[in-house]
């Protein structure tokens, strides 16, 4: 009887092991593939025309298929990051997206290359106009930041919810909040007046 | 009179059902219905998944539409209305491909799902019994390999007496 319990016992253990924590992933590097140079000669001032290269990551381990969503905004450092506590994402409008459906534990990679195509100065605030990403053109007055300093690019995650049949940018673990974003801050390198 | 009034319904039904059929091709074609495809393609793979089997190759083409789809829209946002028409279309056509060859893939993840289900419930009974039995008979050889020495020592000291 007890060598039953006990074989019993270990076998379902060893047929049932404990869910693993289902999270994503996300980062970004520089050139080289690595987390450093993010800017030509290091250098966060960015001149108008000024080529920069990045890549993007995401990692599922939501042990699932998902399909996610790259939500990219150009931020100043007044605008509200996004709030993992909350879950809530920043509040501005989507500059450019990019979208995969990712198997269980696979790793996304692909390259950001952007460059600013037009700057305006108004005052003391540096405006930008337009840019290129991946060789697409984004225009509008985007974002405007005082000086041209501390301007920022935040890729959030988002992921299709089934059961909400939504886009949602937050997960709950273990009844915490979660998220996956990640950003880099960089500044317009002095525009010339014409 | 009533001749006429025959070919009148008739051409009145011939042209509801033009509607209808115009109507649909037109629904299928727009945006929207993409949307809702490529949507429901990932809930049908999700589910292939989600009850344990596998689509890569069923993925991998639902990746190209998406991508054909982003392409699209960054043509139509660049004012090239043909380009990203061509390229909706055929998005939508991987998408129906997708929709088509999923249920074969759900229907082997649940053929799967089940033989594995199988397979635990006959192995448990099965690792159970044979670890009971090698347990039980440990302790049998054990006992007797004791019993074997105990009556040695017996022997040893009957000599000597």
């Known amino acids: 009887m007890l060598a039953t319990i006990t074989t019993s016992s270990v076998t379902y253990v060893t047929l049932n092991p404990p869910a693993p924590e289902r999270f994503f992933a996300t980062w970004i590097v520089g050139a080289n593939g690595l987390a450093e140079h993010y800017f030509p000669n290091d250098n966060p001032n960015i001149a108008v025309g000024e080529q920069v290269n990045w890549t993007l990551g995401v990692y599922n381990a939501m042990s699932t298929l998902e399909y996610v969503v790259v939500r990219v905004k150009l931020l100043n450092s007044t605008i509200a990051s996004p709030n993992e506590t909350a879950g809530n994402p920043s509040p501005v409008p989507i500059l450019f997206e990019f979208t995969r459906v990712l198997l269980p534990n696979e790793t996304w ?4 290359v952007w460059s600013m195509l037009n700057v305006t100065q108004r005052g003391k605030l540096t405006m930008i106009g337009k840019l290129s990403i991946n060789g697409n053109t984004v225009n509008g007055a985007l974002t ?26 937050s997960w709950t673990t273990g009844n915490i909040r979660e998220s996956a974003w990640t950003q880099v801050w960089f500044n317009v390198a002095k525009v010339v007046a014409p | 009179m009533i001749v006429e009034g025959i070919l009148l319904a008739l051409t ?33 793979l999700a589910s292939v998944y989600s009850s344990g089997g596998q689509a890569p190759a069923l993925v991998d083409e639902l990746n190209k539409a998406l991508n054909l789809i982003q392409e699209a829209n960054i043509a139509g946002s660049n004012g090239n209305a043909v380009e990203a028409t061509n390229l ?5 056509s991987l998408i129906s491909d997708v929709l088509a060859r999923a249920p074969l893939a759900q229907q082997q993840a649940q053929h799967d799902a089940f033989n594995r289900v199988f397979f635990a419930v006959v192995s448990i009974p099965v690792i159970v019994l044979i670890s009971t039995a090698t347990l039980y008979l440990g302790i049998r050889v054990w006992s007797w390999y004791e019993k074997m020495k105990f009556l040695e020592l017996k022997i040893v000291e009957k000599d000597e007496e």
């Open chain 2, 88 to 92: 909706e279309d055929q998005a939508r």
């Open chain 1, 144 to 169: 405007e930041a005082l000086l041209g300093m501390n301007f920022r690019f935040v890729f959030e995650l988002w992921f299709y919810d089934e059961n909400l049949n939504q886009f949602a940018f």
């Open chain 2, 12 to 44: 009145i039904i011939s042209l509801l059902g033009l509607t209808i059929i115009t109507a649909n091709t037109q629904t299928s074609n727009d945006p929207d219905s993409l949307a809702v495809a490529k949507l429901q393609a990932f809930t049908e």
């Open chain 1, 109 to 112: 990679t692909f390259p950001f």
